[in-house]
């Protein structure tokens, strides 16, 4: 089956410590996107890839960067000039860039401080 | 720039009961609308999208949402609760190559 995945589940980071949070489709989407989501605020966007090699910055990019060397990846970094970067993440993808197609989601990864 | 708002945080509902949850948004052209459905520790999933046509739009699960341009709302309903819709809902509009959300209404489903 088709889908995305997002790993791992749970992660842990230390202070100072950067992190990467993966996320694979076999979709065959050429747009995939990074949400943060907080209790009570929704889903914010970080980042956005329209197609391999090309990234925006969402609404929420500062501590954050991406990659996008390959169609089906786009994993995300956490680094340490994120300071609250305890959240759930959500990855998503949809067929092309227009923002009529409905997005795909992962099941999210929980990133949490020890 | 265009924003959704849920005013509902939180709603309880019998198990049988009807249901109807609110979206405004706001945006200035003719917008495309989404209703999606998260379960806790899971990603979001896609229950129904306005685009254009038939204001009243059927998804998955029994549900349906009315685009009301006039108000600009575009509300999700179901007739009968089953206790599996115990969830997060969350509306969406489309803008320039993103999705913006809602904050969310929590639903909790009496037996």
């Known amino acids: 089956d088709g889908g995305i995945t997002q790993s791992p589940k749970y992660l842990f980071r230390k202070e100072g410590q950067n992190v990467t949070l993966s996320c694979e489709q076999n979709?065959?989407?050429?747009?995939m996107y990074w949400y943060r989501q907080d209790p009570g605020q929704g889903l914010r966007l970080i980042y956005y890839?329209?197609?391999?090699?090309?990234?925006q910055k969402g609404d929420i990019a500062e501590g954050y960067s991406v990659s996008r060397e390959k169609k089906e990846s786009f994993p995300l970094t956490v680094t340490s000039a994120q300071k609250n970067p305890t959240a759930f993440y959500l990855c998503?993808?949809?067929?092309?860039?227009?923002?009529?197609?409905?997005?795909?989601f992962g099941d999210g990864t929980r990133l949490s401080i020890l | 720039a265009q924003s959704v708002t849920q005013p509902d945080i939180h709603i309880t509902v019998s198990e049988g009961a009807s249901l109807e949850l609110r979206c405004n948004y706001s945006?200035?052209?003719?917008?495309?609308l989404f209703w999606y459905v998260q379960s806790p520790g899971q990603g979001l999933q896609l229950l129904l999208k306005?685009?254009?046509?038939?204001?009243l739009v059927q998804g998955i699960k029994g549900f349906e949402a009315e685009f009301k341009r006039s108000q600009s709302s575009f509300n999700l309903r179901k007739p009968s609760v089953h206790w599996s819709d115990a969830a997060e809902y969350f509306c969406?509009?489309?803008?320039?190559?993103?999705?913006?959300f809602g904050k969310g209404t929590k639903l909790s489903v009496i037996p």
């Open positions: 998503a993808s949809s067929i092309d860039r227009d923002s009529n197609q409905p997005q795909h």
């Open positions: 969406a509009v489309a803008g320039s190559y993103q999705l913006t």
């Open positions: 945006y200035g052209a003719t917008p495309y």
């Open positions: 306005y685009f254009s046509g038939d204001t």
């Open positions: 890839s329209q197609i391999v090699n090309d990234f």
């Open positions: 979709l065959n989407h050429d747009a």
